[in-house]
């Protein structure tokens, strides 16, 4: 280990290396770098629309023109890639919208590809956004049918895969459906298309926002059949595992700051591009207390950011993508 030998004091006094701005940014280890983020955004059908989140202010539900817009805003201030999440015209018990190959993503992902021809567009793949019953799969007899939900996200991939997504990124948490994805992929002639797994997902009270940013809240009874139990951390390196197996290029854990421990025990364990998700309600709550003057929003940020990056994250998919990026000098 590196800190196998240190000098004790007053050979060594920490605070030499703390004098100036530049003294200290000489021996900083840990970096946030715009290229390292991911902007989320949530599109809606219709055009001209721009309809804000009232739990995540700053953050819109946007028309596919308007999110064509807003990527090439977000490729000029050097944000590198966005997540891409759709909520069709309408609902049902299948979430059809998913897999349709003229649905509101296959659209997004047309029209962004035009207006931001550099920007890796990673698609959201779950059927939540697409239910009526709000759940991540089929629903039987009060329960999400795994096996049956594989293939209609396997379709859904193909679906995103075939309108230029550069990356899929399974969110549902079903089993097997990594293997599902990589599989149909390979099939019909997207065997380079990475896969980032949502592998390590909790059952989180941080997603609260998003379920109103997505219109994606369950109708009936919680996620806790499929999303993982907070208390968990092997279990969390076993659904990595499983990812790994099945191929996942990259594996996400899920909320971030609340499992900073497992985005280093992953890092450590498997070595994979590791992705954090700094969630809707990490977001929401320093929006509430900035909005209230309680804590200083720039610095926040940037240390939350730094922290997660420092436990071991690669990519960091977060809503603050463009103020960062923009605060980092993109313009
Ligand atoms: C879809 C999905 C969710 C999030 C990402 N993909 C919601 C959920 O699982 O309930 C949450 C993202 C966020 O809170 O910002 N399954």
Not at 55 to 74: F, I, K, Y
Not at 152 to 162: D, I, T
Not at 280 to 285: F, I, K, L, R
Not at 314 to 321: H, K, L, V, W
Request: aromatic share 6%; glycine share 10%.
């Amino acid at each position: 280990m590196r800190e196998a030998r240190v000098s004790r004091f007053p050979a060594y006094r920490p605070r030499r290396l703390r004098r100036s701005d530049a003294l200290r940014r000489l021996v900083r280890e840990t970096r946030v770098a715009a290229e390292q983020l991911v902007q989320p955004l949530f599109v809606v059908p219709g055009s001209g629309i721009e309809r804000p989140v009232g739990s995540m202010p700053g953050v819109a539900q946007l028309s596919v023109d308007r999110a064509a817009e807003e990527c090439r805003r977000l490729a000029d201030v050097g944000v590198p890639a966005v997540l891409l999440f759709g909520l069709p015209a309408s609902k049902d018990a299948r979430g059809s919208g998913a897999t349709d190959p003229h649905g509101i993503i296959p659209r997004a992902l047309e029209a962004i590809r035009r207006a931001a021809p550099g920007l890796l567009l990673v698609t959201d793949v779950c059927l939540c956004e697409y239910t009526d019953h709000g759940h991540c799969g089929i629903v039987r007899d009060g329960d999400v049918d795994n096996d049956a939900t594989l293939p209609l996200l396997a379709e859904e991939a193909l679906a995103h895969a075939r309108a230029g997504a550069d990356i899929v990124a399974p969110s549902d948490m079903m089993d097997g459906r990594v293997g599902a994805l990589r599989r149909a992929l390979d099939a019909a002639g997207f065997a380079h298309l990475p896969i980032m797994a949502y592998a390590a997902k909790f059952a989180s009270a941080f997603y609260g926002p998003f379920r109103d940013a997505a219109d994606s809240a369950p109708q009936f009874g919680d996620r806790r059949s499929y999303q993982m139990d907070p208390a968990n951390g092997d279990e969390a390196l076993r659904e990595v595992a499983l990812d790994i197996d099945e191929g996942a290029d990259i594996v996400m854990v899920k909320p971030a700051l609340p499992c900073l421990d497992l985005v280093r025990r992953v890092k450590d364990r498997f070595g994979y591009p590791v992705a954090a998700y700094q969630v809707s309600g990490e977001y929401a709550m320093v929006k509430a207390a900035v909005a209230r003057g309680w804590l200083d929003e720039g610095r926040v940020v940037a240390e939350t950011l730094t922290a997660i990056r420092r436990a071991g994250a690669d990519i960091i998919i977060t809503y603050f993508a463009k103020d960062v990026a923009r605060g980092l000098g993109g313009g």
